[in-house]
């Protein structure tokens, strides 16, 4: 036993000596609101010289009404500076590594002000020395279409590495060191936008996360991306770590490891990590996300059956009030190897271990990686080590379970 402590210990340590630091700006949960009646860092007139019209803040009209400030856009047509209808944010709260932080998704309130129809998109670029346009840029697959004369309409532009064009460069690069958000009118994922006249408004821009289909947690940017194992108040003995090497991808490759000790009822007795109100949150039916896969790898001396958890999270309720565990566990031997793992989360590949399964799959607040024996929850103790990496929400066809790695009850 204690040499099991003094090997875990050295490892966290070595493990938090080689995360490299992840400066970033961009916070999930963030709203640029207006109120103050400054733009918040918004501008478009970076290239050097201002538009006839720059954006500016109206006091009163957003979509709350009287005493709601928001951004107004305005797009002249034509060419040279004030011609598209666009606005940027650079080096400043929006930008940082996307992908560490887990936003997969920008939300805000947009109205047409103006008398054309537009088509509305945001796009994410890296900001390098003296490179503009940036070297890397994703313009969002989602488009929001607003008629002339409509009203406020709340609006969500996945940004998610599979809901970004590449315009410039990768996808990936843009999210891992973005330095600017743009909001343009678009009616193509395409990048620089065509010339328009017109008018937008737009408020409550919001950093936010929400399951979506091909999300990936990679473990790469030397942060947990919102894994936590400490929710209740008290971290355990040996908190969830970032181990900088030796993933499925062989040197280079980071993974999450966890650790239990069996110890009753104390924090870190249960072999169990938990990610809530972030990039796992949602409604998993309506995201069309029917199963979790990862790579597995137990590091401890005992075998393991891990499983995965869904729950929703009611404000001041914990554990949630609806809480699907998988009906079928995943077996890893002591000692095994790296095992690509499938969790289908079907509403009948789950079993209901608090309230209904539907309800935790729709209204979806965390999800739980365990170790228990049986289909059901808090999880048992045990003395263990679980390695994890590249947990990925997917859309699959049905397939038959893998017999020699799932078992029933």
Request: proline letters at 8%; aromatic letters at 6%.
């Amino acid at each position: 036993m204690e040499g099991l402590r003094w090997i875990l210990g050295t490892l966290l340590l070595v493990s938090v000596l080689l995360q490299p630091n992840v400066g970033s700006a961009v916070v999930l949960g963030q709203v640029d609101t207006f109120q103050d009646g400054t733009l918040l860092n918004w501008d478009a007139g970076l290239g050097g010289t201002e538009p006839p019209f720059p954006p500016v803040v109206i006091p009163n009209g957003g979509p709350v009404g009287v005493g709601d400030a928001y951004m107004q856009l305005t797009g002249v047509g034509g060419g040279g500076p004030g011609s598209k209808l666009a606005v940027v944010n650079r080096d400043a709260q929006w930008a940082g590594n996307y992908l560490a932080l887990g936003v997969n998704a920008i939300t805000m309130s947009l109205k047409n002000t103006g008398a054309t129809d537009l088509v509305v998109r945001v796009v994410v670029g890296d900001v390098a020395v003296g490179s503009l346009p940036p070297l890397n840029m994703g313009v969002s697959k989602d488009s929001v279409v607003l008629p002339a004369g409509g009203g406020w309409v709340s609006a969500t532009f996945h940004i998610s590495p599979s809901r970004l064009v590449a315009a410039r460069g990768t996808v990936e690069a843009a999210l891992n060191n973005a330095g600017e958000i743009r909001i343009i009118h678009n009616p193509n994922p395409t990048f620089p936008p065509p010339a328009k006249v017109g008018q937008l408004g737009v408020d409550n821009i919001k950093a936010y996360a929400r399951v979506t289909v091909g999300w990936v947690d990679t473990f790469q940017y030397g942060t947990l991306q919102n894994w936590d194992a400490g929710l209740g108040g008290t971290e355990p003995p040996f908190p969830p770590e970032i181990i900088p090497g030796g993933g499925p991808g062989g040197v280079g490759d980071a993974f999450m490891q966890i650790t239990a000790l069996d110890g009753g009822v104390g924090p870190g007795s249960r072999l169990s990590v938990a990610n809530r109100n972030a990039q796992w949150a949602g409604n998993y039916l309506e995201a069309g996300v029917n199963a979790v896969t990862m790579w597995l790898k137990n590091t401890g001396p005992n075998d393991l059956q891990v499983r995965v958890v869904i729950g929703d999270v009611a404000v001041g309720s914990l554990p949630p009030l609806n809480i699907a565990v998988s009906t079928k566990a995943l077996f890893l031997p002591a000692g095994n190897e790296w095992v690509s793992a499938v969790f289908p989360i079907n509403p009948g590949d789950l079993t209901a271990a608090r309230g209904t399964v539907l309800a935790a799959l729709t209204n979806a607040g965390e999800l739980r990686v365990i170790h228990n024996e049986a289909a059901s929850y808090p999880p048992s103790t045990i003395l263990g080590r679980l390695a994890i990496d590249n947990i990925t929400a997917v859309r699959r066809a049905p397939l038959p379970y893998l017999q020699l790695l799932l078992s029933n009850d």
